[in-house]
């Protein structure tokens, strides 16, 4: 939670949800925060949120939430992305992030894919950013800071909250680069013939 006042963005309160409890706990830790800061939902002005990439599940369910809220509050939504906000931080044009599978979601010249560590290694040309062990591991020399966090996002959307540039609630989506492992599954299994059967 960030405080808005002549055009800068000050963090007043951060939390973390625990795994597999993003549900749950979204809409109760909003509550807290606010009444921990004498505050009430009337008092949220926009709502930036992270929409990828990462779990399919959390991007899932935080941007779900995120377009939920605004549109029961009437407010504006922002989202950024996980790359784009790492670069800032990292100080670094090019980012990787593991992405699973030998993968990584990669942003280089402000374009993000899903690439192999062979792909990224052909295009890079300068210092790389990376927050986890796997990527500085895969890539020496690379830049290594601590995972973005809220506050990190709430900085980086700062010049869009200046300039009012908010997103469309209703045609907003998660940024997933890389399809759900469901329809990769379907895919591949309809691809050799087979059925896929894909468990809840």
Known sequence: ?????????????????????YAAQFVPK??????????????????????GPGSF???????????????????PLLAVSRLAVLAQKAATDAVALDAGR???????QSREALLTLK??????SGALGVC??????????????????????LVFATPRLQAKDFDDVATLDGNYIRRPDAEFSARQGNRSGRAAVVKA
């Open 1 to 21: 939670m960030a405080r808005w006042s002549d055009g800068a963005v000050s963090l007043i309160a951060l939390t973390e949800l625990a795994g597999k409890t």
């Open 30 to 51: 909003i509550h807290e925060l606010l009444k921990a800061q004498n505050s009430g939902p009337q008092d949220l002005k926009a709502i930036v949120v992270v929409n």
């Open 57 to 75: 599940t959390g991007v899932r369910i935080g941007v779900s939430s995120a377009k939920a809220l605004a549109e029961a509050l009437g407010i």
């Open 102 to 108: 030998g993968e990584f979601y990669f942003r280089g």
């Open 119 to 124: 792909e990224i290694r052909k295009q890079l």
């Open 132 to 153: 986890e062990e796997i990527a500085e591991h895969a890539f020496p020399g690379t830049v290594l800071v601590e995972p973005p966090d809220a506050g990190d996002a």
